[in-house]
Nanobody
Framework: LRVVESGGGLVQPGGSLRLSCVGSGFTFSKSHMSWARQVPGKGFEWVSG???????YYGESMKGRVTISRDNAKNTVYLQMNSLKPEDTAVYYC??????????????WGRGTQVTVAS
């Protein structure tokens, strides 16, 4: 099982980024996929999730500013982030599986991609 994130970087407040996550070694189309993040000095939190049946989940911290989507033909899940704020600065992780009660890194997590929101 492997997921690799990309698309992070430095963006100004109010800007947008699209993160991508490519999965391999498992049946992507039948898998729930999620995004989590770790803000500096804080714990992990769920950002969004997409279920194999098409349902989606959005955490409160970025609800209304992010959209999750997936392309099963490309084994890829995306996270479109808009109206970014400095407090969105974090490492964003792609996760194989649905958002659980408490996000804890496991072997089903990618290595993360850094997003920095600053002017």
């Amino acid at each position: 099982l492997r997921v690799v994130e990309s698309g992070g970087g430095l963006v100004q407040p109010g800007g947008s980024l699209r993160l991508s996550c490519v999965g391999s070694g498992f049946t992507f189309s039948k898998s729930h996929m999620s995004w989590a993040r770790q803000v500096p000095g804080k714990g992990f939190e769920w950002v969004s999730g997409t279920y194999a049946d098409g349902h989606t989940y959005y955490g409160e911290s970025m609800k209304g500013r992010v959209t999750i989507s997936r392309d099963n033909a490309k084994n890829t899940v995306y996270l479109q982030m808009n109206s970014l704020k400095p407090e969105d600065t974090a490492v964003y992780y792609c996760v194989i599986g649905p958002p659980t009660t408490t996000p804890v890194p496991t072997d089903y997590w990618g290595r993360g991609t850094q997003v920095t929101v600053a002017s």
